[in-house]
């Protein structure tokens, strides 16, 4: 295989899961005791395990406490998750199906590299119709590290097809943290201006192609080009 590509769930797959933040909260209290715990300031791009660490520090928990019970914490935030994630009302974005349909057309294996927690990744997915253009990821369970995320989905990519050159890898997220975590590996970072950044501080991270969004055609043929994917010039995109 020549490509992989990995992308981040939220905010640039979908957007509209409330239940997730819900699920920590709730997590939170019925392991640890907490209700209510202040929000953790510039999360966006954090994976779950790091966000646990986060919250639970700032209120006053040392590490020896927080390890103790992080494991059931998750654990709980899975199961309120999944009880709940039938009233979610996840919304896919546009031009996300057309650009994972021709990548799966081109035999691009796809990869997720998520903060979410792994059942909660493939749950949301499911919800919105995506989840069997994916097989494998690095998930927020992991590690609090997003570049060991990355580290992990390459391996397992690398397991099921056999190796990668770093140039052929594409990260592709929304947030600076989704470029950095790419960058510290040495593969091809795709920031996507579908979350709280706008194209110019996407830009200003060094990421190698930036996207004003999944609709963004003459930007995605400089990404084609760069996998150098044998593109029929009448070939229109898959409609969703």
């Known amino acids: ?26 997590a939170v209290k ?24 986060a919250t639970l520090s700032q209120e006053g928990l040392n590490k020896e406490t927080i390890d103790h019970g992080i494991d059931e ?4 935030m899975v199961t309120y998750f999944r009880e709940n994630v039938v009233k979610e009302h996840i919304i896919c974005l546009d031009g996300v199906k057309d650009v994972l349909e021709n990548l799966k057309q081109f035999g691009v294996p796809r990869g997720l590299v998520t903060g979410n927690l792994e059942p909660i990744a493939w749950l949301k997915l499911d919800r919105i119709g995506i989840r069997d253009y994916f097989g494998f990821g690095g998930f927020g369970n992991e590690s609090a590290d997003r570049s ?3 580290r992990h989905a390459v391996e397992r990519a690398v397991a099921i097809y056999g ?20 960058q510290k590996n040495g593969v091809k970072t795709v920031a996507v201006a579908t ?3 706008t194209v110019e501080e996407l830009e200003a991270t060094g990421a190698d192609f930036v996207l004003e969004n999944f609709k963004d055609a003459r930007r995605i043929q400089n990404i084609v080009s760069a996998m150098e994917l044998d593109v029929n010039p009448e070939f229109s995109p898959i409609q969703q």
């Open 73 to 76: 914490c998750m654990a709980e």
């Open 195 to 197: 979350g709280d950044f």
């Open 148 to 150: 060991l995320l990355v």
């Open 163 to 182: 190796t990668f050159n770093k140039e052929n890898v594409f990260v592709v997220g929304d947030t600076p943290r989704d470029v950095l975590a790419g």
């Open 1 to 26: 295989m020549r490509n992989l590509a990995l992308f981040d769930i939220d905010k640039t797959l979908l957007v509209g899961s409330h239940f997730h933040y819900l699920a920590m909260k709730q």
């Open 30 to 53: 019925n392991v640890y005791g907490l209700e209510n715990p202040r929000p953790v300031p510039n999360l966006q791009g954090m994976t779950d395990l790091q966000v646990l660490y």
